[in-house]
Structures are given as C-alpha cells and as structure tokens.
C-alpha cells in the first residue's frame, strides 16, 4: 500500500501531480465515472441523512462533486484539499451558483474549524491519500458536534479494482500510484480507535471497471450478484460512523 510520496504531512491531494487534476475530474464525464457517481452518491447521501441548513465538511473535496451535491440538498457546504488545480476546478464549478458552498485549501491534519462546529463530515477517498489517517480521524472527532455524523468513502483493498489500481500506478502517472486501500475491518477499527462509533456501512460496485456501454448495461446483475455472494467484495465501501456522546 502506497502513501503520497510527495505530499506535505497532512495534507490531502487526490491529484497527486497537479496536472491530474482535469484526468481525474473528466473521469466523472465518461459512461463508467457518471455510473460510478450515481451509484456511490445514493449510498454516500443515504448513509449521510442531510438535513437542509446543516453545516457540512467535504474533506479532501477534489474537484468538489460531492460538496456542490451536498449544497443542492440544503447543507451549508464547505469543500477543502490542497491541491490549487483541484480547488480551481471546484470553484469554476460553484461560480455561476447560488449554491451555500465554500471552497478553501488546508492541511486536514489541522483543520480550520472550531471545535463542536459541524454537524457533518464527507471523506471521500481521503485517508487512502494521507500518511496519517489517525490524526486526520482526531480533526474530524473534534471538529463535529456531539452525536455529529461522519461517512467515509473508501477503495476496498481486497477488490478486483484495487488490483488495477495498483497495477496502472506502476506503469503509468495515476491518481491512485499515491493510494493506500482499505478494508472494513479496517476502516472499522481506525474508526473505533478515533473516539467513532461506526454504523450503517455498504459495500458497491462488483461490476468490471470497463467504460464499455455492454457492461455497464448489466451492472445491476452484477451488483445483485455480488452482493448476494460477496457483500464485502464491492471495489467502493462507505461506512457511517457518529460521533459519541
């Protein structure tokens, strides 16, 4: 499992390299990424409950597709990463909205935000791209009101796609040569150790990552399959976990 060799501590950059920053945000254009999307964004929003006029964090916003979501459901929405070409492209995004959504470089080892101040958190694909989950998970804990909510969204180690990644990261500049996976067991301890106590979680995606048009047409078997066979296999796990009281 890899870490991002060259990020700053702390800090969460889901480009890697600036340069794939439009890469990664075009990905969500093609047929495979806009499935993708849809798919994880039921799970991420149901697992989340937003509430319309909550506070809420995207941590690790990327090119801020989840943060410009959460806004169109109510929540005063506040996307943060530190990449410059990330953040760019979520703003551009955000320009021409009334959306209530902010975006703001930080280190997510230090976050920029009173304690007991939010009511929810989105983590999507962010500790995979930081070497310091556990201090990351703390910021999260202090920053959340008592009972606040946390979902994270993370790769699963033990999927088919967790083997392409690492195998595309080896020959080619890739979004994910900088990744480390996860598991549920994993993610449920880290979780635990962080003062969270972890709940509803579901486990997504099992078809093969093609952008082929014929694949994709039978993702629902797949997905109806895999649940059935395999529940933890899915490439994409989403956990919620509350803040206790």
């Known amino acids: 499992m890899n870490r991002h060799d060259g990020s700053s501590r702390g800090q969460v950059n889901k480009a890697g390299p600036d340069n794939l920053a439009k890469k990664y945000d075009d990905w969500y254009e093609t047929d ?6 849809e798919m ?10 937003i509430k319309p006029g909550e506070t809420v964090l ?3 916003c990327g090119t ?5 979501e959460a806004a169109r459901r109510g929540a005063h929405t506040v ?6 070409a990330m953040l760019a492209i979520a703003s551009s995004k955000a320009e021409n909205s009334t959306l209530p959504v902010s975006f703001l470089g930080a280190d997510a080892e230090s976050l920029p935000f009173p304690s007991e101040s939010l009511d929810l958190v989105l983590a999507i694909t962010v500790l995979c791209f930081t070497g310091h989950p556990d201090i990351v998970l703390g910021e999260v804990f202090r920053v959340l009101k008592p009972g606040g909510r946390l979902v994270v969204g993370e790769l699963n180690r033990k999927s088919y796609w967790a ?4 195998l595309k990261g080896v020959f080619r500049e890739s979004v994910y040569r900088y990744g480390r996976f996860f598991s549920f067991a994993e993610l449920g301890m880290l979780l635990t150790q962080a003062g969270f106590k972890p709940g509803g979680k579901e486990s997504l995606l099992f078809f093969p990552p093609l952008n082929s048009k014929s694949v994709l047409k ?22 919620r976990a509350d803040k206790r009281t």
């Open 32 to 37: 495979l990424g806009r499935l993708c999307l």
């Open 40 to 49: 994880e964004s039921k799970v991420i929003f149901g697992l989340a409950e």
């Open 58 to 60: 995207d941590l690790g």
């Open 64 to 68: 801020g597709v989840f943060s410009l």
């Open 79 to 84: 996307g943060i990463d530190s990449s410059p």
């Open 163 to 166: 083997l392409l990644r690492r």
């Open 218 to 239: 039978r993702s629902r078997c797949f997905e109806a399959v895999g649940t059935r066979l395999a529940s933890d296999s899915g490439a994409f796990l989403a956990v």
